[in-house]
């Protein structure tokens, strides 16, 4: 029995959106220059230094974080699980690795017809209409980027390879993305009136509560945990 070859993924040069089967998910530009390397590259590895020399150019300052930004946005936007990964595996220490098929590069027309000058969009399991903005969060400091008051309510917070996605009532959506020796406990909780997200982190064997307010962008921290059952 022949095995299933797997979904078809394709890269817009022009949109920079990455193809599932035709359908538009969104990557972000350094996203898509990580992917690209990675599928040129496989199957063999690579490093996380090679990463950084050629797309942010040796600064690993930036690079380093940037990093893990851009394969978790590549994992979200498809869908896979570091743990059990199906598309990019992390090897300690070495870097990383493209299980998937080949990306094809795909052309944007040029010949006018109405509706064919770019691929379809799909709402998908991670909606192309919606916002997704990486955030990294220094010290749990996020930037603000709304405008509106209604726009700070929180639909749902969702805990995904140890950062959080919380998704806003409006489509928005934010990923908030802990430190590197910051480990997230349990699953966020979101407040009565849908303005507040609360998370633990553990760090050296100690746990501290941590408050976010997407209305103020306001993040508090406190020392201890109460035992809060999720």
């Given at each position: 029995?022949?095995?299933?070859?797997?979904?078809?993924?394709?890269?817009?040069?022009?949109?920079?959106?990455?193809?599932?089967?035709?359908?538009?998910?969104?990557?972000?530009?350094?996203?898509?220059?990580?992917?690209?390397?990675?599928?040129?590259?496989?199957?063999?590895?690579?490093?996380?230094?090679?990463?950084?020399?050629?797309?942010?150019?040796?600064?690993?300052?930036?690079?380093?974080?940037?990093?893990?930004?851009?394969?978790?946005?590549?994992?979200?936007?498809?869908?896979?699980?570091?743990?059990?990964?199906?598309?990019?595996?992390?090897?300690?220490?070495?870097?990383?690795?493209?299980?998937?098929?080949?990306?094809?590069?795909?052309?944007?027309?040029?010949?006018?017809?109405?509706?064919?000058?770019?691929?379809?969009?799909?709402?998908?399991?991670?909606?192309?209409?919606?916002?997704?903005?990486?955030?990294?969060?220094?010290?749990?400091?996020?930037?603000?980027?709304?405008?509106?008051?209604?726009?700070?309510?929180?639909?749902?917070?969702?805990?995904?390879?140890?950062?959080?996605?919380?998704?806003?009532?409006?489509?928005?959506?934010?990923?908030?993305?802990?430190?590197?020796?910051?480990?997230?406990?349990?699953?966020?909780?979101?407040?009565?009136d849908r303005r507040q997200v609360v998370f633990r982190v553990q760090k050296d064997g100690n746990?501290?509560?941590?408050?976010?307010?997407?209305?103020?962008?306001?993040?508090?921290?406190?020392?201890?945990?109460?035992?809060?059952?999720?």
């Amino acid at each position: 029995m022949d095995r299933d070859p797997g979904p078809t993924f394709s890269l817009h040069p022009d949109s920079g959106w990455l193809l599932l089967d035709g359908a538009e998910l969104p990557l972000q530009y350094k996203a898509q220059e990580v992917l690209a390397m990675l599928v040129r590259r496989a199957p063999a590895r690579v490093s996380r230094n090679e990463l950084i020399d050629t797309i942010w150019r040796g600064n690993y300052l930036t690079g380093d974080k940037g990093v893990r930004q851009a394969i978790w946005s590549i994992r979200l936007a498809l869908g896979d699980n570091a743990a059990e990964p199906v598309f990019i595996r992390t090897i300690p220490r070495l870097g990383y690795q493209w299980l998937g098929r080949s990306l094809a590069q795909t052309t944007a027309r040029s010949d006018g017809a109405a509706g064919q000058s770019a691929p379809r969009r799909s709402l998908g399991a991670f909606a192309a209409t919606a916002l997704l903005l990486v955030l990294a969060v220094s010290n749990w400091s996020p930037t603000k980027f709304f405008t509106q008051r209604d726009e700070h309510r929180v639909a749902r917070a969702d805990l995904h390879d140890n950062s959080i996605v919380v998704d806003y009532t409006t489509g928005c959506r934010r990923i908030l993305i802990p430190n590197d020796h910051d480990l997230l406990v349990g699953s966020p909780i979101i407040s009565a009136d849908r303005r507040q997200v609360v998370f633990r982190v553990q760090k050296d064997g100690n746990c501290r509560m941590i408050s976010f307010e997407p209305e103020s962008d306001r993040v508090r921290k406190f020392n201890r945990c109460p035992d809060v059952r999720t």
